[in-house]
């Protein structure tokens, strides 16, 4: 996307909201359809992600004398130990993905309860935004306490709570575009 064509898209705050919302909706549709498929990308994507980052690091160690650390390193090999067990082990790699995923969407919906409060004053859809948050602290904390639930399953949430979080975006976005004049209100 040229900068002209991104800059006349994201123009107005609200724009941004509903693109933001229009890929959450096509992310939950196309885990929903391949769930299989949908746990062994992830696993292969954060296996392959894991050990760049830990090549990267020891690399940084080696080749950046006046700022290397041994913790560097040490960060380095624990992520390419990572790596290279999420690919000998995706079932154990699966249920630990879980927890990850669970732990990310609490802190997203805490820090958007947090910043729906904070905008309530200039933001004209702000309880939206709010519902957002706390349909998503609260996908956090079903994943979080359930590990019963299997990868599947959680997969299967991943998807309705994309579903439903992008739908509420693009129910925000609209609010922000009809209620706002001011550009760039919502920066997230």
């Known amino acids: 996307m040229s900068e002209a064509v991104g800059r006349k898209m994201f123009k107005h705050s ?23 498929a949908t746990v062994f990308a992830l696993i292969f994507v954060f296996a392959i992600f894991a050990i760049t980052d ?3 690091n020891i690399a940084h160690y080696f080749y950046d004398p006046s700022r290397h650390s041994r913790w560097t390193m040490v960060g380095g ?3 390419i130990a990572a790596g290279i067990v999420a690919l000998a ?3 154990m790699t699966a249920a630990a993905l879980g927890v990850l995923i669970g732990l990310w969407a609490l ?10 409060f904070a905008a309530r004053n200039s933001v004209n859809g702000w309880p939206v935004w709010l519902l957002t948050g706390v349909v998503t602290a609260l996908f956090g904390l079903l994943v979080l306490v359930n590990p019963g639930l299997g990868f ?7 998807a309705a709570f994309a579903v ?23 920066a997230h």
């Not at 549709?29 to 299989?36: F, K, Q, S, W």
């Open 14 to 36: 609200g724009t941004a909201l509903l693109f933001r919302g229009v890929l959450a909706v096509l992310f939950g549709l196309l885990v929903a359809a391949l769930p299989v």
């Open 54 to 56: 830990g090549l990267t």
């Open 77 to 79: 090999f624990i992520s």
């Open 89 to 91: 082990w995706p079932g």
């Open 107 to 116: 802190v997203l919906g805490l820090s958007e309860i947090v910043l729906a």
């Open 152 to 158: 599947l399953g959680m997969v299967g949430m991943l």
């Open 164 to 186: 439903v979080a992008g739908l509420l975006l693009i129910v925000c976005g609209f609010k922000m575009r009809r209620g706002s004049t001011s550009p760039l209100v919502y």
